[in-house]
């Protein structure tokens, strides 16, 4: 959207957040064009990439609280005694909070990867819940 509006407004747009960037053909003019960037406003907490999100911590505590002292098929993921213990919960903390981070800079990079993104994260989280419901119902050994 663009305005017609003299310089000395400016002020008054970079006041109320817009981000103007000034237009114009020759510097002596009296008016200049200006365009109106909207500024990047997060959707409300209850769209489905929040609530991707929130599933995905979910999933990831889910899944470290029932392979907690069992022994680990993963070698990545094992203690000393084979068993899954902080170092394997550290590590899947971390990939955790690495696709969080990476997804929240796509989305703000990228908006229309909004649904991907949350289609992605849900899926991941419905791979580690069904994990943790299978460690669950297996008996530690």
Known sequence: MCFSIHAKCVANFERLGCMPTVDAEDGAAAEQKIMIAPVYTPPKWTSPYRIAQFALVGAAAADIASSWGCAEANPLLRSGDGRFRAQGSVIKVGLTAGSLVAGHY????????????????????????????????QACY
Do not use: D, Q, V, W
Not at 109 to 119: C, G, V, Y
């Open 106 to 137: 796509l989305r703000k990079r990228f908006p229309k990867l909004e649904k991907p993104l949350a289609i992605a994260m849900g899926t991941t989280s419905a791979f580690l819940y069904t994990t943790a419901f299978r460690n669950h119902s």
